[in-house]
């Protein structure tokens, strides 16, 4: 839908019409048979047709196309009161600024921040609304750091909310020393697992060295028997040449 044409100051041009809802065009595209309308317009209008709604020439989304830049300059050049006239916003401006205009006009209608709260307010008016908000929230003035809402005021028992903020803590608590403790039990499983592995290893590290000893000391024997032999050998040598 376009913007009202009742808002504007002055004389529109025909052509910065929509073709379809007869309002002054907003976020506009042009048929290749030049008339223009509201994206939203066109849109679902080609829902139900495959033709121009002005000349019935057939048209398709695909051959839409942005507005003209003059008939965009010349749009954008239209004045127009602000939406939030009826309240009581004079602002008249440009419809290329009116958008950021009414983001921040003063007198829009907007929701009161409080959860639970369904009042909407003028903006100029929310930090009056907010101070006696019946959905306001603040801190007990007993002490106990509870926060309530005004309508809980009556309700409110401080040492009740202790007692449940206490259990809340103490449940908390407990959460995390079991937490903590089955994270303690399951490192040490690792870590005793690491270990038995470790052990198995020295183990057969020591089997393999023992293994290594034995056949040394059995090569040591050997190589002591052939010494012996051969001395023999030499001094058995040596008498039979002095008895020759």
Known sequence: MGYDIERFVGYVNEGLLCSICRDVLEDPLQAPCEHAFCTA?????????SNCPEDR??????????????????????QLHCRNREYGCEMVCSLESIDRHERECEYSQIPCSNAGCTVRVERRNLDGHL????????????????????????????????????????????????????????????????????ES??????????SQISRLMSDVRSLMAAERQHRQELEQAELEKREL
């Open 131 to 198: 101070a006696v908000c019946e959905y306001r929230s603040r801190e007990c003035p007993n002490g106990c750091g509870y926060t309530i809402l005004s309508a809980e005021d009556t309700q409110h028992n401080c040492v009740a909310e202790l007692r449940t903020e206490l259990e809340l803590l103490r449940s908390e608590m407990i959460c995390r020393v079991e937490e903590a403790k089955h994270e303690m039990e399951s490192r040490l499983d690792s870590q005793r697992r690491h270990m038995v592995q470790k």
């Open 57 to 78: 020439q057939v048209i398709d989304v695909s051959l839409l196309r942005p507005l003209y830049r003059y008939m965009k300059n010349d749009l954008n050049r239209l």
């Open 201 to 210: 290893i020295l183990q057969n590290e020591i089997e393999e060295l023992k």
């Open 41 to 49: 317009c066109i849109h679902g209008w080609l829902v139900h047709h």
